[in-house]
């Protein structure tokens, strides 16, 4: 285990912000990560840690111990006719994970293809697209709580699961590193296709029963049509979250701008889309030297090359203005700024 310092973060943040951790290190397995947290540097430091940077923005260099978690593995715990257990690393690729199990036709997380990022940092936000959401295939996450330097199992219903949050996102945020998930896989299982991008994308293709590798083939088409790749251009996805607003609030708005979309979440609440709303204030496609909003998803802020972290968290906040002013609605971030 080396710590380095001054350590270059560019191309470890899928922004490609040019920004020095004080200092980082490389975590490659659960012991030392125990022996990390044993060491001086780490009880004197504040701490970031790393799960592929994709959901970070940096507002400058980083005056913290940064701890990359590169833990690797995938091992079959249990196999039925009907599902699969497998523990994966936190290191290891969310994608490439993924294209793992639809080689194997192992359902459940193909249409979470393309997402960017670890399969360690996927719980804390509940990743998901395309109709479905990481919660439905974990088991448990596994990790080192802080405080205490032991390890801990979460099973999927003390991971509090929610639209984009966790446990790990709130209680658990600065006392719990994830060193591996475990997730329940189907072998039988019916794809989901609903979504409305994926039904038509299959439609096109002239498919009327997909299998887990078509649903996957029509997730990535999709994504690399609509989103920024960030090895090309820095992104994090979604900048911000859809926002829930009450019904009241929402037919009132439907009055006004009767095109507006919602999908009821309950009773009481609907999720309307901010890149709707965002494109309805007229920032698609602008662009502020090498800031901008993408020109085919309106909710993606991108750094079109050497843009800053705060001239995107500038553009961000001037988004949320204009969306609260046309609006009334209050626009959460997605992405961490640092
Ligand atoms: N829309 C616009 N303008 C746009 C894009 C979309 O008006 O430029 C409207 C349309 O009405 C469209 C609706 O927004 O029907 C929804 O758009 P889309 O299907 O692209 O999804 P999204 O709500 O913008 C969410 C996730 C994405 C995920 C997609 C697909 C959040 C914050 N984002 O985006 O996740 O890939 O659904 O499931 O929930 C991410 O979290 O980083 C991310 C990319």
Redesign the pocket.
Same mark, same amino acid.
């Given at each position: 285990m080396q710590i380095h310092e001054n350590y270059p973060l560019k191309n470890l943040n899928t922004f490609g912000i040019a920004a020095n951790a004080r200092y980082y290190v490389d975590i490659t397995s659960i012991e030392e990560l125990q022996e990390l947290i044993d060491s001086d540097i780490f009880k004197n430091s504040e701490r970031l840690i790393l799960g592929g940077g994709s959901?970070m923005l940096f507002m400058g260099d980083v005056q913290k111990l940064v701890i990359d978690i590169t833990i690797p593995g995938k091992k079959i715990l249990q196999e039925t006719e009907e599902f699969v257990e497998i523990e994966v690393g936190a290191g290891e690729n969310w994608h490439d994970f993924v294209t793992f199990c639809v080689e194997h036709d192992f359902r459940g997380v193909e249409n979470l293809a393309l /997402?960017p990022g670890t399969v360690g940092a996927a719980p804390i936000q509940n /990743?998901?697209?395309?109709?479905c959401e990481l919660k439905e295939t974990v088991e448990c996450v596994n990790g080192i709580e802080i405080s205490t330097n032991t390890f801990k199992k979460f099973c999927n219903l003390d991971c509090d699961f929610g @639209? %984009?949050t966790s446990y790990f996102k709130k209680e658990l945020k600065n006392d719990f590193i994830i060193t591996s998930v475990i997730f329940k896989l189907f072998k039988t299982k019916q794809p989901n296709s609903s @979504? &409305?991008?994926i039904s038509q994308e299959l439609e096109r293709l002239g498919i009327t029963n997909p299998t887990t590798q078509d649903i996957f083939d029509a997730v990535v088409s999709v %994504?690399t049509r &609509? #989103?920024p790749d960030p090895k090309v251009t820095g992104n994090?996805?979604?900048f911000? &979250?859809?926002p829930y607003i009450p019904k009241a609030q929402y037919e009132l708005l439907k009055a006004d701008f009767p095109e507006i979309?919602g999908y009821p979440i309950d009773d009481s609440q609907i999720k309307v889309?901010?890149?709707?709303l /965002? *494109?309805q204030c007229g920032w &698609?496609g602008k662009r502020f030297g090498d800031a901008g909003v993408h020109p085919?998803?309106? #909710?993606?802020i991108v750094n079109y090359g050497n843009a800053t972290g705060r001239e995107l968290v500038d553009l961000s906040k001037k988004i949320q203005a204009s969306v609260k002013e046309k609006f009334g609605i209050e626009l959460e971030p *997605?992405v961490w700024v640092i």
């Open positions: 959901n /997402i /990743i998901g697209a395309y109709g @639209y %984009r @979504y &409305k991008d %994504r &609509k #989103l994090a996805g979604s911000f &979250k859809n979309p889309p901010a890149a709707w /965002i *494109e &698609k085919n998803q309106a #909710l993606v *997605e």
